[in-house]
């Protein structure tokens, strides 16, 4: 069983900054999602482990950075510009499968998750 284990979560004011990190064993595609209350989970970002190739939602493309340090097996999202729509939990996945021939914005295509780590960002 793979373990997901997140960080960095915070209350930030909006134009703020926050950097989550997520530490998996192995080497996967690995995904970020966020469910805000009382809505669906939604994709954020994703990192193929083939090509290093990314995906954003365009809600935070330009502002969000997904990465991976390798030896330290880790992902982060740096996220820059924060809005007070960005308030949501956050979560770290897992996938088995190769990005693109499963979408990266399908939660069910993810075979592992994190925890969730809240983010809170005040206007």
């Known amino acids: 069983q793979v373990q997901l284990v997140e960080s960095g979560g915070g209350l930030v004011q909006a134009g703020g900054s926050l950097r989550l990190s997520c530490t998996a064993s192995?080497?996967?595609?690995m995904g970020w999602f966020r469910q805000a209350p009382g809505k669906e989970r939604e994709f954020v970002a994703a990192l193929s482990w083939s090509d290093d190739s990314t995906y954003y939602t365009d809600s935070v493309n330009g502002r969000f950075t997904i990465s991976r340090d390798n030896a330290r097996n880790t992902v982060y999202l740096q996220m820059n510009s924060l809005k007070p729509e960005d308030t949501a939990v956050y979560y770290c996945a897992a996938a088995r499968g190769i990005f693109p021939q499963i979408s990266p914005r399908i939660p069910s295509l993810y075979d592992y998750w994190g925890q969730g780590t809240q983010v809170t960002v005040s206007s």
């Open positions: 192995g080497r996967y595609a």
